[in-house]
Structure formats: structure tokens, C-alpha cells
């Protein structure tokens, strides 16, 4: 009925409904950019000021990643590990996905399948 109403209103007034929103998915950059950047640096590889703020916070480069299966780097997100916050409440389940393969892309490399 509601649709209905904002049909003829379009015709009275000669304007058109606005358009249906559209739901964009996350891309893994755009939720590293927000939520991981600040501390894990636009490459994945923390300023010298993080590092000496948190010493043991990882590069996430090739020599680290390459170490790890795409369900550990989601585990790290959702539950935190040392310094590093959880994410899990932040984060939708799509999100914390796309943020892990990122790291993956990150790092240039694929995730370890081997454990």
C-alpha cells in the first residue's frame, strides 16, 4: 500500500522515487584501511614509533604470513592476540573474511594449508 502511495505521489508531482540502496560488500582494503592501518601501517609493515610501542606487533610481510592458515589470521581478528584488541564485536563475520585474505594479499602470499 505504502509503494503504492509514493506512486501516485511521483505522478501528481513529477518526480520519481528515490532508488532502492543497494548493498555494497566489504572490500578486504577498505576494512584494513579503517580498523588495522592505524597500527599495522598502510602496507602491513608498523612505523618505527608502533614498533617501539609495541614491540612484539608483527610485520605482516611474507616471512610471517606464509606461516599461517586463513583461519588463524581470522582468529587473531575476531579474539586479539597480545597487544592486539579483538575484533569480533566490531567486525561483521563477512568483514573479519575479507580483512584475512587481505592480510594474504598483504603479505603476497597464500595462506599455509599445511597444518
Keep these: 500500500?505504502?509503494?503504492l502511495w509514493?506512486?501516485?505521489f511521483a505522478g501528481l508531482t513529477g518526480t520519481t522515487p528515490p532508488p532502492a540502496v543497494i548493498s555494497v560488500p566489504p572490500t578486504g582494503k577498505a576494512v584494513y584501511d579503517t580498523n588495522?592501518?592505524?597500527c599495522h601501517g598502510v602496507r602491513g609493515i608498523p612505523a618505527p614509533s608502533m614498533k617501539k610501542m609495541m614491540p612484539k606487533i608483527p610485520n605482516l610481510d611474507v616471512a610471517t604470513v606464509s606461516l599461517l592458515t586463513l583461519a588463524d589470521v581470522q582468529q587473531v581478528i575476531n579474539k586479539g592476540k597480545?597487544?592486539?584488541k579483538p575484533y569480533?564485536?566490531?567486525l561483521t563475520a563477512e568483514e573479519?573474511?575479507?580483512?584475512?585474505a587481505y592480510v594474504f594479499e598483504l603479505a603476497k602470499t597464500k595462506p599455509n594449508s599445511a597444518k
Design 82 to 84: 597480545g597487544d592486539m
Design 6 to 8: 509514493i506512486a501516485v
Design 96 to 100: 573479519v573474511n575479507v580483512v584475512a
Design 1 to 3: 500500500m505504502h509503494a
Design 88 to 90: 569480533a564485536a566490531k
Design 36 to 38: 588495522c592501518k592505524k
